[in-house]
């Protein structure tokens, strides 16, 4: 039965250990803290005896009191009071420190991996949940430093509380001592039922973050639909399980506790019963009776103390359980370690690519999906390729891949003839920078989301901003540069946010740049504008930009025509034009669509001429 | 002006907890009972010892030798009283993790509920990653205090009472000592409450910063990787890590400052009645006896004091969360539902009157200036313009997640700020630039427009709309799971679903704020037929930068720099030569040549 329990206390203490190998000093420090405060604990009681019979008894004895007398009593006391209070004092800031920098570590851990996870295993866990990994789930594994120096502390008062009973009798003590194998048999049927509960209530925790996480951010949908209500039964359907899981570990915990509690007693009263009935045999002294009685109720505050930290070790197993999940992660991108040019447009290729998605069903089940099916383009330096397909088609796949946001499944994506896996970390985004369909934007001023913390100089900024057309809207800003944009950049509108995330690629002048429909949000002059000015800045960069209007077509050199994740013709507009029906379509759509309106019009009027 | 969510409200420690009480009614609810099964405990907790102190004095030391027979009942005796003090115990356990955790989940409900009542601007105040704080964490700070906390304060508070009258009965001086002792305690304490109560409330904003911190890296996880920022992000987060371990610790140093305090005071009390006890027994006024009985009372006292010291930072630790949460709690929902007072509209084609609008962001320029616009029933409206223009914030203004600064927005007639949500909500839809998908099946983000829709709706409504071919492409049909954000989707196919949501909904006034900009142009060009099908009936409302939909529309309004500077037919806008219009149909039309 105990075959479940006993390894997760094992594995607890495990895991403390890592804790303090994090810590060694403050929690050194906390434990002789601790340790002198246990002594000066036990000294207390001996210094009041002490001077009890030194000074206070002869005193009053003689009924009159020097002041020796009575500075010596007041030294005595006072001076172990003092101790003690610093004992304390040490124990308690040096447990701060120790748990709140190993948290402090475990939080750079497990944000730091956040980074470095792909974007794949973002997408199956819920950024809510991660919160709570990097708050709560930290905050549950390292709480259980704040007693347990107090517990190692006080074991001197343990193990000379033992010393002491053997001591004064072997037969009393191992009657006494049976509180141990109690101890011992009721914390492993604690850990036992409260591991899953304090699992279930720390995943619910993390589901309360993710749907308030979730809720949140969707307050505009939520609020433009009227759906308040209906999300406020979302969180009350979580909220309330969490409820119910936590009064389970409170139960669990509320029963623990007061077991814990009486255990002492119980030992005391058994040396009690037992010690009479040799007493009255003559085999003991009832002075070493009543020894040994007070010796554990001496005991019975260590073992409390223990009783703490014993329940807060499913807390650290599974807080523990959650964090190391995302430590132990895999599939971070590797890195090579090969370098790209410096200088020059690149030369880009994706030759036989192969991508799957992994979807997720309703039961929770992965299944690849192929989105993209042995996929080849050709990047010549310097050139711009507009690729073209539907909506869903794989173009935005194909730009994630052509900066190794993700890796292929198979065939290979290279720049300048190094495949991207190969190049060194940080390697990529220093020569090819990606517009995103969907801008995102830094709680940062206009100036830090465009330099992103890189080395430009405002002028550097004021002429990225210039080509991205967003000159005019900067210089009005409040602060202009360093106008706060607000979380996601709220405070702007949405052209404005993609003219700045247009600028932050701009400045990097790279040699590759990936235009995902990235002037969606703007009106057709601006547009226009935008165009005109990435012609003369790109002049060194190989472009790849997605598109549908054909004004931004027609300045490629080359059009790729994809659907369904396939290539299904490239050349130029004229070509595809001619011969591609599907791209024609696309194209063409607005012009026919207007040309079709203008004849029913002409219709109409003719019949009501 | 909007109101600004509150850091951490500025209520002191009493109004706080009174605040925080009112809000969650089950902490107190059978309150009474838990006290009185705690004192028992209590009781118990003093019995036992004594009962063991008995069994040893009488039974075993007894005059007459050890009687075996009066330790065996007195070891029954405790035994009992053990397992009374056991269960008592273990039954105030349950209860206050039941009425704790009970009122705590009205606290999280409240807050959540609130956050989503606030106006959008109000909203915008706060980084996400902080509110959640404030319904999670913030909330579980107080868990700690309101769980045993309270209850410990109470019964302390009685034992030191009691400790007092049995003082007081063997030696009124000495007691006046002891009090004597501790009043400067009480100041010293009243000042630590503030400073540790301070720190706490900077430990909770540190937490907010830190979840805000760290959601942006892993929502910004793809523009992060794009631009290979891990390092300076890294950097950002390790900042608000630090803040956070720097503030935890300079609240555990304050703490325990207070609590030693306590606990030094305690000592040099039992030093100086120890002192003074010599000088009384010495001089006739009381016996030894009678000094060490006194001096156990005192410890019972100062046990209760140290207590309470140590509650109290906890107390503080509860307030700094408590105010964080009533911090939002309290502030005002200025874009308010009038309620039951509004007026329900009557369900029907929905006209629409600007009466000389203003808007202004907060501490920002007027980005709205006299905008009068009448929108008849019925009729289908492009809105274009320059970005940056007003054209959202228009579209924000009419649907009511804002209220203009100055004159008025009628709905049939009806001040907005008069027509109840729910009835505004259900005839008005809106379906912003920044859509969002929730992370459910494509069903449940469709259905999200009209809760009780069946599956056929739902299915028959993307048929409707003619996107049945997209769904029999999709892997699992309308059970495909979107993801978070949606982003299992591709960008445009996220609009479809907002646009299938919004028509699901089905509205009298429908307003689209460049609801197809990712849509590819024959899709689009389709679904606009299908939409104009459909709207017929309607008012419908079109942003768009893609003049396709002034083109097809009854109506353009043309809005530059926050004024409407045209209104007409397209045919006839396009003719006003040097116009806003002519100019923004003139770079369309070169576009679609190419
Ligand atoms: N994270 C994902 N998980 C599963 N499937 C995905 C994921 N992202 C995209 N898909 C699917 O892969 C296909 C291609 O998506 P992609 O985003 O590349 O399309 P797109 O051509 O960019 O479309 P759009 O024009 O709408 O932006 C779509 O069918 C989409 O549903
Ligand atoms: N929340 C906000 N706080 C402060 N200023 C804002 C906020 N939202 C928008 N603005 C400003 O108000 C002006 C109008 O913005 P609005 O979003 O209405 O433009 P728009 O016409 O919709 O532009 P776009 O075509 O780019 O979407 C812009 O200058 C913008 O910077
Ligand atoms: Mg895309
Ligand atoms: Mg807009």
Not at chain 2, 315 to 336: F, H, K, M, S, Y
Not at chain 2, 458 to 465: I, M
């Amino acid at each position: 039965m105990s075959v479940d329990a006993a390894p997760s206390l094992r594995r607890a203490l495990r895991i403390v250990g890592v804790g303090i190998r994090r810590q060694p000093r403050w929690f050194a420090f906390a434990v002789a803290g601790s340790t002198v405060y246990g002594v000066m604990t036990v000294m207390t009681a001996w210094a009041i005896g002490k001077v009890t019979r030194e000074q206070v008894q002869p005193a009053v004895e003689a009924g009159h009191a020097t002041s020796a007398q009575l500075w010596t009593t007041f030294a005595w006391v006072a001076g172990v009071v003092l101790l003690n209070v610093v004992g304390v004092v040490i124990r308690r800031v040096a447990a701060g420190y120790t748990m709140f920098n190993v948290a402090a570590h475990y939080r750079r851990e497990v944000t730091r991996q956040y980074l470095r996870l792909p974007l794949s295993w973002h997408h199956r866990h819920p950024s809510g949940q991660l919160l709570s990994n990097a708050n709560a789930d930290v905050e549950a594994t390292w709480n259980v430093f704040a007693p347990l120096p107090m517990a190692i502390g006080v074991v001197v008062m343990l193990v000379a509380g033992i010393v002491q009973m053997v001591l004064v009798d072997p037969v009393m003590a191992v009657i006494g001592l049976t509180v141990f194998p109690l101890l011992f048999l009721a914390n492993m049927v604690f850990q036992r039922a409260m591991s899953p509960r304090i699992a279930r209530a720390q995943q619910l925790r993390a589901e309360v973050s993710e749907v308030a996480h979730e809720s949140f951010e969707a307050a505009l949908v939520v609020k433009a639909m009227g759906r308040e209500e209906q999300e406020a039964e979302r969180f009350e359907e979580v909220t309330r399980r969490l409820q119910a899981a936590n009064v389970e570990v409170g139960r669990t915990r509320g029963t623990f506790d007061p077991v814990i509690e009486a255990i002492p007693t119980l030992g005391t009263l058994a040396v009690l019963a037992v010690g009479t009935y040799q007493v009255s045999r003559g085999a003991l002294e009832p002075a070493a009776v009543v020894q040994v009685a007070y010796l554990i109720s001496v005991l019975a505050f260590p073992v409390r103390a223990l009783g703490w930290v014993l329940g807060e070790m499913p807390r650290t197993v599974v807080g523990w359980d959650r964090v190391d999940a995302v430590l132990k992660a895999r599939g971070a991108l590797e890195f090579g370690e090969t370098s790209l040019p410096a200088d020059d447009a690149a030369h880009a290729a994706l030759t036989g690519v192969d991508y799957s998605y992994d979807v997720v069903d309703e039961q929770g089940d992965e299944s690849p999906f192929q989105a993209i099916h042995d996929v080849t383009i050709d990047l010549p330096a310097g050139a711009t390729v507009a690729l073209v397909g539907p909506t869903g088609s794989g173009k935005t796949t194909l730009t994630n891949l052509s900066l190794r946001l993700v890796d292929p499944d198979g065939g290979a994506v290279r720049i300048d003839d190094v495949d991207l896996r190969e190049v060194r970390r940080g390697g990529i985004p220093e020569v090819a920078s990606l517009v995103p369909q969907q801008t995102f934007m830094f709680d940062d001023s206009v100036r830090g989301n465009i330099t992103l913390g890189g080395d430009f100089s405002d002028d550097e900024v004021w002429g990225a901003l210039a080509t991205a057309q967003a000159t005019g809207f900067v210089t009005e800003l409040g602060d202009s540069l360093g106008t706060h944009v607000g979380e996601r950049g709220a405070s702007l509108s949405g052209g404005q946010r993609q003219r700045i995330a247009l600028a932050r690629a701009i400045i990097r002048a790279p040699r590759l740049l990936v235009l995902d429909d990235a002037t969606s949000a703007v009106d057709p002059a601006v547009e226009q504008a935008i165009l005109a000015g990435l012609r003369k800045a790109t002049s060194g960069t190989t472009v790849l930009v997605v598109a549908y209007r054909m004004s931004t077509i027609t300045l490629a050199d080359e059009i790729v025509y994809v659907e369904g994740g396939r290539v299904l013709d490239h050349g130029s507009h004229d070509e595809l034009l001619a011969r591609c029906e599907g791209y024609a379509r696309l194209v063409t759509a607005y012009a026919r669509e207007a040309a079709e309106r203008a004849a029913v019009e002409a219709d109409e009027e003719g019949v009501t001429v | 002006m909007s109101a600004t969510i509150e850091k951490t409200s500025s209520l002191g420690t009493l109004d706080t907890l009174k605040r925080g009480l009112a809000l969650s009614p089950e902490l107190r609810r059978g309150l009474w009972v838990t006290l009185a099964l705690a004192a028992v405990t209590t009781v118990g907790r003093i019995v036992v010892p004594f009962v063991v102190q008995q069994t040893t004095d009488h039974g075993l030391l007894g005059a007459g030798g050890p009687d075996p027979g009066l330790v065996v009942r007195y070891v029954l005796l405790a035994l009992v009283a053990v397992a009374v003090t056991a269960l008592t115990a273990y039954a105030v356990n349950v209860r206050l993790y039941r009425a704790s955790e009970a009122g705590l989940a009205t606290l999280r409900l409240k807050a959540f509920r609130h956050i989503h009542d606030l106006s959008m601007l109000t909203q915008n105040t706060e980084r996400r990653g902080s509110m959640v704080s404030r319904v999670t964490s913030d909330v579980d700070t107080i868990s700690m205090f309101v769980q045993f906390g309270g209850i410990i304060l109470i019964l302390s508070l009685g034992q030191i009472v009691v400790a007092t009258v049995l003082m007081a009965v063997y030696s009124p001086l000495l007691t006046a000592v002891v009090w004597l002792c501790f009043v400067p305690l009480l100041v010293v304490i009243r000042r630590f409450q503030r400073i540790v109560g301070r720190a706490y409330t900077v430990v909770r904003e540190r937490v907010g910063d830190l979840l805000a911190a760290v959601s942006e890296s892993v929502v910004g996880a793809a523009t992060i990787r794009a631009y290979g920022v891990e390092s300076r992000t890294a950097e950002r987060i390790d900042d608000a890590i630090e803040a956070h371990r720097a503030a935890a610790i300079r609240a555990q140093v304050r703490s325990v400052v207070a609590f030693s305090s306590g606990q030094l005071v305690a000592g040099l009390t039992l030093a100086v009645v120890l002192v003074v006890g010599t000088v009384l027994a010495a001089g006739g006024h009381m016996t030894l006896g009678e000094l060490l009985a006194f001096l156990f009372l005192v410890n019972l006292f100062t046990q209760p004091v140290q207590q309470a010291t140590e509650i109290l930072n906890e107390l503080q630790n509860a307030v700094a969360g408590w105010r964080r949460v009533i911090g939002i709690v309290d502030t005002p929902a200025d874009v308010a539902d009038p309620g039951d007072a509004g007026v329900t509209l009557p369900r029907g084609p929905i006209s629409v009157t600007f009466e000389d609008v203003g808007f202004a962001y907060p501490g920002g320029e007027p980005v709205l200036h006299d905008v009068d616009l009448t929108i008849e029933p019925r009729s289908r409206i492009a809105i274009v313009g320059e970005t940056g223009s007003g054209k959202s914030t228009l579209a924000k203004l009419l649907t009511r997640l804002m209220d203009p600064r100055d004159g008025r927005v009628l709905i049939d007639g009806t001040d907005l700020r008069d027509v109840r949500f729910s009835s505004l909500r259900e005839r008005v839809v809106l379906v912003p630039q920044e859509g969002f998908l929730f992370d459910e099946t494509l069903l449940e983000n469709i259905r999200f427009g009209r809760p009780d829709a069946t599956d056929e709706e739902v299915e028959l409504a993307l048929t409707e709309l003619g996107l049945d071919q997209w769904l029999e492409g999709l892997p699992q049909g309308l059970r495909t799971e979107v993801g978070q954000r949606g982003e299992s989707l591709s960008a445009g196919e996220r609009q479809l679903v907002a646009l299938a949501r919004a028509y699901l909904a089905d509205p009298d006034l429908l307003v689209l704020d460049e609801a197809t900009s990712a849509v590819d142009p024959s899709t689009e060009v389709r679904l606009q037929r299908a939409l104009e099908g459909l709207t017929r009936g309607r008012t419908s409302i079109a942003i768009a930068h893609r003049l396709s939909t002034a083109e097809a529309a009854d109506e353009v309004v043309v809005v530059d720099r926050g004024r409407i500077v045209q209104r007409g037919p397209h045919r006839e806008l396009v003719q006003q030569e040097g116009s806003v219009y002519a100019g923004l149909h003139a770079s369309w039309a070169a576009q679609q040549r190419g």
